[in-house]
């Protein structure tokens, strides 16, 4: 009778700090997960919209190598990801842009940058089919213009490539953009 007063003690030791291990691991696997994901999600908000860019890069987008690929390689290249959020009661109309990014070609001296002409993009909402298009066909750099509900949100995916053509380009060449959504 002592000793299984003695084991049952033991058994109920052992899983007290077993539990407490499990929490600790739980909750330890989770704080470096909320601190992770702040260091990558970078917001920008405006009275009326909320722009979530989940890369370390923010809104920018670089092409650091001129490679050309085929469509089908470019739609499977790492992308861009960012999320709109309408933070209002009422319908808000919005644009997406992709401008040159002045400030880094400035800081890195760009000898030659990849004409427009030779890059493609994807850009796909939600789970919608991505369309390939040559970034120089977008009218005035605008990629999207469309209207959120009320309290709504939209997830973007952004694929950019160098296309395969006859013309010669400088490897070193690159290229340097800035996504930009604003409210119309």
Not at 42 to 55: C, D, M, N, Q
Not at 61 to 85: E, K, N, W
Request: contains cysteine; glycine residues 2%; hydrophobic residues 35%.
């Amino acid at each position: 009778m002592f000793y299984k007063k003695q084991l049952r003690k033991k058994m109920i030791k052992s899983a007290m700090i077993i539990t407490f291990l499990l929490c600790f691991a739980l909750l330890s696997t989770y704080l470096i997960y909320q601190m992770f994901q702040e260091e990558r999600d970078k917001k920008i908000s405006s009275p009326s919209l909320e722009v979530t860019f989940h890369e370390k890069e923010g809104s920018s987008i670089t092409l650091s190598q001129f490679h050309p690929v085929s469509d089908s390689v470019g739609l499977s290249q790492p992308a861009y990801t960012f999320t709109v959020r309408n933070a209002t009661n009422h319908k808000v109309s919005y644009k997406i842009e992709l401008l040159d990014d002045l400030e880094k070609i400035k800081s890195c001296n760009c000898e030659s940058m990849i004409p427009k002409e030779l890059l493609k993009l994807s850009v796909r909402k939600d789970s919608q089919v991505a369309d390939a298009v040559l970034l120089s066909d977008y009218e005035n750099q605008i990629l999207r213009t469309d209207t959120l509900n009320a309290n709504e949100k939209e997830e973007y995916t952004i694929r950019i490539w160098p296309v395969n053509s006859t013309f010669v380009v400088d490897s070193k060449s690159h290229y340097h953009g800035k996504l930009r959504v604003r409210e119309l």
